[in-house]
């Protein structure tokens, strides 16, 4: 069963109630204006960092299928032939 984090729309607005946008977020990281987006759909750990500390939201809560609970990377494990 797949672990569920939180819904980008949450993730979204959550960052909006702290008077930032996910482009200004990425943006005030060095990161390019898109960055914190694509986040929410796909693996991109420096945004996804950005905004786990910005909201004050511990990464394996937003994203618990890409983080562990001790701050690591969880990594696909690829299928040997």
Known sequence: MPRTGWHPA?????VRKKGM??????????????????????KYAK?????????DVP???LWPERWTPDGSRIRRQRNQA
Not at 10 to 14: E, F, L, M
């Open 47 to 55: 945004a996804e960092i950005a905004i786990s500390r910005f909201i």
């Open 10 to 14: 949450d993730i979204t607005a959550a």
């Open 21 to 42: 946008t996910l482009t200004a977020l990425a943006l005030s990281h060095g990161l390019s204006e898109s960055a914190c987006r694509k986040a929410l759909l796909t």
């Open 59 to 61: 990464l394996h809560e």
